[in-house]
């Protein structure tokens, strides 16, 4: 089958184009000295995890309980969750995960820390900690060296966790200073630092400035999408996934309407600075996705010279495709424009 017979909304992902993104991030990585541990939330399939770590990956990473044990219980060896775990409800899926791999938790308060505890009591194996720290986002993140101390040592004493080192997101203006404090605070306190981790497909480049950075996290560089391409990491020749949707109805000259709205595209926008809309219609760049109802995208045609009639297919890149990723059962998949599977999404809605 040809990917311009399959049917409407849907997203389509090109191998090639995966396979090209995966191997240069992974020889950035390996050029410049980092651990590479992917993201695996953009993507959420096991066949893309255990790719990336067969080409040199030294784990994944999963933002959630459930999302993880999908990854475990297909093999992947190492996980890191960078999501706060807290609470009695978390203790035993925590538990049961470790037993199935390698795991680490990044957190950054004390409630955290004792829910992982516990998990690694009733599971009897030791689970290590990054303390999230805040670089300028303004998210999750302890604000002090100080803090990190704390929590390192409550970690260091309790028997069940292992401070393994730091971790934030995205990576800050505070980063590499916080990092040398924080470095120099502990190590004077006998703590090692292993693990300096930061995270985001943005600025991915040159996470190899930063001193005493060791790790790098990024997801969205296995697609990539509009706003990696604004951002200045991408080309467009090299984002792999584009939903391909259908005119359905043109009410007027300068309006078309089609068969996909935020049920499939998101309703996510890009800075101004990166485009209008709610993604780019590649065949027509100057048409603009003003609207997304749940099934429907209005789309303005006026400052386009091409205008699509009533039954045209069209292609479109996602603004942001992790969250396209997650409203999708199945994900078409292609080389050089044939369909060659037909990939179910093992860790779609994946939110405990």
């Not at 999908?70 to 538990?95: F, H, N, Q, R, W």
């Not at 190899?208 to 990696?228: C, F, K, N, Q, W």
Request: charged share 20%.
């Amino acid at each position: 089958m040809r990917v311009d017979e399959l049917d409407t909304p849907v997203p389509v992902i090109d191998l090639d184009r995966v396979e090209h993104n995966l191997t240069k991030m992974q020889a950035y990585c390996d050029r410049h000295g980092l651990a590479l541990r992917p993201h695996i939330k953009t993507h959420k399939l096991p066949q893309f995890a255990l790719r990336q770590i067969e080409l040199g990956a030294v784990g994944i990473t999963c933002q959630k309980i459930s999302e993880a044990m999908v990854m475990a219980e297909a093999g992947c060896a190492d996980i890191l969750l960078t999501y706060p775990i807290v609470g009695a409800a978390k203790v035993s899926p925590l538990a049961e995960l470790a037993g199935k791999t390698k795991l680490t938790v990044a957190l950054d308060n004390a409630v955290a820390l004792d829910t992982v505890a516990a998990a690694a009591a009733e599971a009897g194996v030791e689970i290590g900690i990054l303390v999230e720290f805040d670089s300028g986002d303004g998210r999750c993140g302890v604000q002090t060296p100080d803090e990190v101390l704390t929590l390192a040592r409550r970690a260091a004493g309790n028997g069940l966790t292992r401070f393994r080192g730091l971790m934030t997101y995205p990576r800050g203006p505070r980063t590499v200073p916080f990092v040398t404090e924080t470095r120099a605070l502990l190590e004077g306190s006998g703590i090692a630092v292993e693990t300096v981790s930061v995270g985001g497909t943005p600025g991915c480049w040159d996470t190899h400035e930063l001193p005493g950075v060791t790790e790098l996290r990024v997801g969205t560089y296995i697609y990539h999408d509009r706003a990696t391409v604004g951002a200045g990491v991408a080309t467009l020749e090299e984002c792999a996934v584009h939903v391909h949707a259908t005119v359905v109805s043109r009410p007027t000259a300068d309006r078309a309407v089609l068969d996909c709205g935020s049920k499939t595209l998101s309703s996510d926008r890009v800075a101004p600075s990166v485009g209008e809309g709610f993604g780019l219609i590649l065949d027509y760049p100057d048409a603009v996705i003003v609207r997304v109802n749940e099934e429907h995208a209005v789309v303005d045609l006026s400052r386009s010279a091409a205008k699509p009639q009533i039954g045209d297919r069209v292609r479109i890149l996602p603004n942001h495709v992790c969250v396209v990723t997650n409203l999708h059962d199945r994900m078409a998949i292609t080389r050089n424009g044939e369909v060659v599977g037909d990939w179910p999404v093992p860790a779609r809605g994946c939110t405990r």
